[in-house]
């Protein structure tokens, strides 16, 4: 049905009344209110960073693309019209009655403004008194906007409020009686003193002229992120807007949005400023004693497409490119920010420290915060917020303005307004999702240049779901960097093309000389930046059918470290990786070599808890990384070794895994230049089976083994298949130079299809029904492209998206601290869902510490944290 009309008679005299409240502070123990922020001065403080944050460089283009024509300054102070209207529902007696300790009868302030919208008295006498006949000549098509674009104001506390169906289950009756006299008080009086207040804090959206705005979907969809945002900064009480101010509120309040914008680095002109004059040297910027590679020197400019794919080999300084872009971008006023989006957290806990470090070398003391955007492992400038002072202990204006900087890391939902951040991909997929703020990350991910690093590694579904992030930033103005050393030819068209279907790649060989590294764009061919100071890497290949034993490697192993050699193994799963630590462990010649941790011998992988997951990786890099010694070491783990931990290792041996994240993990090899040494060796568990297909069902489906996480980690056995057909023939291979040719090998269509049995054509069949489920699944999670009004967003998230966003982990309090083995305190630990399926529990009933063993019951389940990490007693090894 269409949204209901706002029909506006002529103005009436509404009777007086008290003032209504729009904020209080209650005194916990008692209940009684000791003070209170009127609600006019609330929505003014919120219009007023509203207002603000419209002058910003990149959100007002992000406005103007969306509105379709460039906005006047009478066109912002109409939006801020809207904003300042955002708690209108504040003006309804039952919520006006929580100020009583006794009150009963009592209301919330964002549904019931339903009544406004469906009961026909209650909505003439709002419309009249809000005065909407004036606004009705601000928009094209008033009679179906006005009520969308109040929806979205009153939406402001993250989700759609409710919609224009009268089938769904607002009670209007029960709303409607909250918008009667009680009393002494009228809420229309307090209508009425909103209505003045906005017209007197913006007199130029009501007396000046601008063409009317077509209200288009995404610009009511980028407004709503905008009052959300404002919303949280403006109830900014401790550092910006306190309740008792002095002088007229209106314009103390867009001074302290000003103040406000700039503390928490919304604002950065005062960075930009500071780099005006010239940007630093590549030296200069990354203490280094050399001159940037020729992917560095080209992305160093500000005048490129808005959507690039870098393409260059593990450790060649796509990192380094990246932030010469940014910089060029933002020094030029085309960004006003940086994501930098990894897909593990280890990844980006391991990136963040050199682009802080980078940073503070380019701005100084004008550097605006760098957030680490990791829950749980959170930085901001290099500290944890739990290093700041608490809100009621500031006492000097430094300690004051270093919180003010942490205001993006305080909460997980404003990660991306921080000028720089560093994090997963998750929290740009957040954006785009059904999940509370979203229109809130979304207005502020669009303000910057988004790098996603490691593209490659997305799956359907995360793929489907990049795309669309991708579509939506090119179309507000944004700019994006996407960085993969073994990026396919298929992958790439689709990220070229992401709102389109993408046309068919080329063909196999036509793709396999393509060159590399390489920078692409949309509608152009890669264009080749050879890097003549490339160090060339050899390494041989050796298939060893061991992947159902690795056991038999330990006599290897053995030789290996007594040899001295750097040893890392890179195991598909968890249970895969203890079993053969714990081997290790027991052997020993291999013991007195296996990494360690304040003196513990453990393996790495993603099942520790976050204060030793810290210790973990700082001390990977420490013994494998660039400065480490030359000592042998035997370290073991997963899919967290294989991005972004520095590492070098001399030998290589892991599961058998796609050619493209095979090509990762060989990356560990011979990182970094010691010197003569005998070439890098990869091993590759394979097993013995030759064919993959007889693991397959009729149907396609995986039907028996799952062994080392084929076809269960990895899905797709086709290039699986072609993966070890490679490998079994024991190349040598050289870096960079092969990087291109083999990851078309087992991924390009043409190879793909050339599998070609009556299963492996099943299997594809298979493998493209899953996907069509993934693209469905994603579709579903999406925000729909729809006004507001029109949809509201689901109560649960879909299994499949909170699996891969960690959603679904359960976080389990142990009800006191404890002693972790690594001498870290833990309070608290993460549980994967795929270890506890059904548990709903929140606290252990029973914590039993063993030595360095805790032993956590809870739901029925059983779970030992060790020096081995967290595994359910009764987990088998696969």
């Known amino acids: 049905m269409p949204p209901p009309k706002f029909v506006s008679e002529k103005d009436v005299l509404v009777g007086s009344g008290m003032e209504a409240w729009g904020k209080l502070e209650i005194e916990r123990q008692s209940g009684a209110v000791i003070d209170r922020l009127s609600l006019v001065d609330h929505c003014a403080d919120v219009a007023a960073v509203f207002r603000e944050l419209c002058t910003l460089r990149a959100i007002r283009r992000n406005l103007e693309r969306e509105a379709g024509r460039p906005l006047t ?10 904003s300042f209207l955002h708690d209108l529902g504040k003006c309804n007696a039952g919520f006006q009655a929580k100020a009583i300790p006794s009150a009963k009868d009592v209301a919330g ?10 009961d026909e008295d209650v909505r003439v006498r709002a419309c009249e008194v809000l005065r909407l006949e004036e606004m009705a000549d601000w928009l094209t098509n008033p009679e179906t906007d006005l009520p969308r674009i109040l929806l979205a104001a009153v939406s402001h506390h993250g989700q759609p409020a409710f919609t224009f169906d009268l089938d769904g289950a607002i009670q209007i009756d029960r709303h409607a009686r909250y918008w009667q006299k009680n009393g002494d008080y009228d809420p229309f009086v307090a209508l009425a003193h909103l209505t003045q207040m906005a017209r007197s804090a913006f007199p130029e959206a009501f007396q000046g002229w601008s063409e009317p705005m077509a209200w288009t979907r995404p610009l009511e969809h980028r407004f709503a992120g905008l009052v959300m945002l404002a919303d949280w900064l403006g109830s900014h009480r401790e550092a910006f807007f ?3 101010h002095r002088g007229n509120r209106i314009s103390w309040a867009r001074a302290q949005a000003r103040i406000a914008l700039a503390a928490v680095g919304l604002d950065v002109q005062r960075a930009r400023r500071h780099i ?3 940007l630093p040297t590549f030296a200069e910027v990354f203490n280094l004693e050399a001159t940037p590679r020729p992917l560095q020197a080209e992305l160093a400019h500000a005048d490129l497409p808005l959507l690039l794919i870098a393409e260059s080999d593990t450790g060649s300084g796509k990192t380094e490119a990246a932030l010469l872009h940014f910089l060029a971008l933002f020094a030029a006023g085309e960004v006003d920010a940086l994501y930098f989006a990894l897909p593990t957290r280890v990844a980006a806990r391991e990136l963040y420290g050199r682009v802080h470090s980078a940073m503070r070398r380019v701005f100084a003391e004008h550097c605006p915060p760098v957030l680490l955007a990791v829950p749980a492992y959170a930085r901001v400038d290099g500290d944890p917020p739990s290093c700041l002072p608490a809100a009621g202990e500031l006492w000097h204006e430094a300690e004051q303005a270093k919180r003010e900087r942490a205001w993006s890391a305080e909460r997980p939902k404003r990660f991306l307004a921080a000028p720089i951040a560093v994090g997963t991909i998750d929290q740009v997929l957040l954006s785009a999702i059904q999940v509370p703020h979203a229109h809130l990350r979304a207005a502020c991910l669009d303000r910057a240049l988004l790098v996603v690093d490691e593209v490659h590694s997305s799956d359907v579904y995360m793929r489907y779901l990049s795309r669309r992030v991708i579509a939506r930033h090119q179309a507000a103005g944004g700019r994006t960097l996407l960085l993969s050393a073994t990026l396919g030819s298929a992958a790439r068209v689709e990220y070229l093309f992401p709102n389109t279907r993408p046309p068919e790649p080329v063909p196999f060989e036509h793709a396999a000389e393509q060159p590399y590294p390489a920078l692409s764009a949309p509608g152009i061919e890669p264009r080749h930046l050879p890097d003549p100071a490339c160090r060339i890497k050899r390494v041989h290949i050796q298939a060893l059918p061991a992947l159902a034993a690795p056991e038999t490697l330990v006599p290897a192993l053995r ?6 050699a750097r040893v890392l193994v890179v195991l598909n799963t968890v249970a895969r990786a203890m079993a053969l630590a714990r081997l290790a462990d027991e052997d020993p010649v291999l013991a007195p070599c296996l990494f360690s941790v304040n003196g513990q011998r453990c393996p790495h992988h993603g099942r520790f808890a976050p204060p030793d997951r810290e210790v973990l990786d700082s001390e990977v890099s420490h013994r494998m990384g660039k400065r480490s010694s030359a000592k042998a070491v ?10 972004s931990l520095d590492i070098d290792a001399d030998w290589l041996i892991t599961d058998l895994c796609p050619i493209d994240v095979l090509l990762q993990r060989i990356g560990r090899l011979h990182r970094h230049d010691r010197g003569p040494r005998p070439d890098a060796v990869c091993s590759i568990l394979l097993p013995t089976e030759a064919d993959f297909s007889t693991f397959l069902k009729s149907n396609g489906e995986m039907g028996r083994g799952g062994l080392a996480g084929l076809g269960f980690v990895y899905e797709d056995l086709r290039i699986l298949q072609l993966t070890r057909n490679w490998a079994a023939d024991e190349p040598d291979i050289e870096m960079p ?3 291109r040719r083999l990851v078309e090998s087992a991924t390009h269509p043409e190879r793909l299809s050339a599998l070609n049995s009556t299963k492996w054509r099943a299997h594809t069949a298979w493998l493209m029904g899953n996907a069509i489920a993934m693209g469905m699944a994603a579709d579903n999670a999406l925000i729909p492209d729809k006004s507001f009004g029109e949809f509201l967003f689901p109560g649960k998230l879909g299994p499949r998206l909170t699996t891969r966003l960690g959603l679904n982990d359960r976080i389990i309090s142990l009800g006191g601290a404890y002693i972790s083995p690594f001498g870290n305190s833990l309070e608290e630990i993460s549980i994967p869902a795929h270890l506890a399926p059904g548990l709903d529990a929140e606290q252990a009933h029973r914590v039993s510490p063993e030595g360095c063993i805790l032993l956590v019951h809870v739901g029925g389940f059983v779970f030992c944290y060790s020096r081995f990490g967290l595994e359910r007693l009764d987990e088998s090894v696969a």
């Open 634 to 643: 035997l370290l073991i783990g997963t899919q967290t070794l294989e991005q």
């Open 276 to 278: 005006s004059a010239g």
């Open 73 to 82: 300054e009478t066109d912002l102070d109409r939006l801020a019209v809207f």
């Open 109 to 118: 302030h964002v549904r019931e403004v339903a009544a406004l919208f469906f």
């Open 242 to 244: 306190p309740f008792q």
């Open 559 to 564: 030789t290996a470290v007594t040899g001295g």
């Open 737 to 739: 130079r092969d990087n």
